[in-house]
Structures are given as structure tokens and as C-alpha cells.
């Protein structure tokens, strides 16, 4: 691994550690792909530093247990607002 993949590996997992947010949440805020941080979070990151691994590995394993949730809310909100901006019929 050269040096600027290492210090993005850690960089993103200190990152995702101290704000408690998703993976596609910090690919946003660092303008990466979504699949570039999975890959330096679960396969890099062990490698590197496993303490702040099993830090991220707690948080991304959350993530993973609640997205059934965050998915069915996102589409409760759509319809919701898709709803209210409906014209009435009369």
C-alpha cells in the first residue's frame, strides 16, 4: 500500500469513529465512491490500525442492523411530501 492510501484509510475511519455516520456519508463529505471506503475501512484499515478497526467495525455493524429501518422511513418521507405537494381533487 503506497502512503496516500494509508492515510485515507486512516483519515476515514477516524472520521466515521468521531461522527458516528454511514459509509456513504463519508464518502460524500470526502468525495470518494462509496465502494473506495468500504474497501479501505474493511480491508485496509485491519491491516493498519485494528484498534480503530474494531472502533469502525461496531459503528458499520449498527449501520448494517438499522438500514431496513432508515430505508422504510426515507420512503414514508417521500410519500409523504409527494402527498402534500399533490394538487387536491375536487
Known amino acids: 500500500m503506497n502512503e496516500t492510501t494509508v492515510?485515507?484509510?486512516v483519515t476515514l475511519g477516524e472520521y466515521i469513529a468521531e461522527n458516528?455516520?454511514?459509509?456513504?456519508?463519508?464518502a460524500a463529505k470526502f468525495g470518494l465512491g462509496k465502494s473506495t471506503v468500504h474497501k479501505d475501512?474493511?480491508?485496509?484499515?485491519p491491516i493498519i490500525d485494528p484498534a480503530l478497526y474494531d472502533k469502525v467495525r461496531v459503528l458499520l455493524d449498527y449501520n448494517?442492523?438499522?438500514r431496513h429501518l432508515r430505508?422504510?422511513?426515507?420512503?414514508r418521507?417521500?410519500?409523504?411530501q409527494k402527498k402534500r405537494s399533490e394538487p387536491e381533487e375536487t
Open 71 to 75: 430505508g422504510g422511513e426515507a420512503t
Open 64 to 66: 448494517l442492523s438499522v
Open 77 to 80: 418521507k417521500k410519500y409523504a
Open 7 to 9: 492515510k485515507r484509510a
Open 20 to 26: 458516528a455516520c454511514t459509509v456513504r456519508a463519508a
Open 41 to 45: 475501512i474493511a480491508e485496509r484499515l
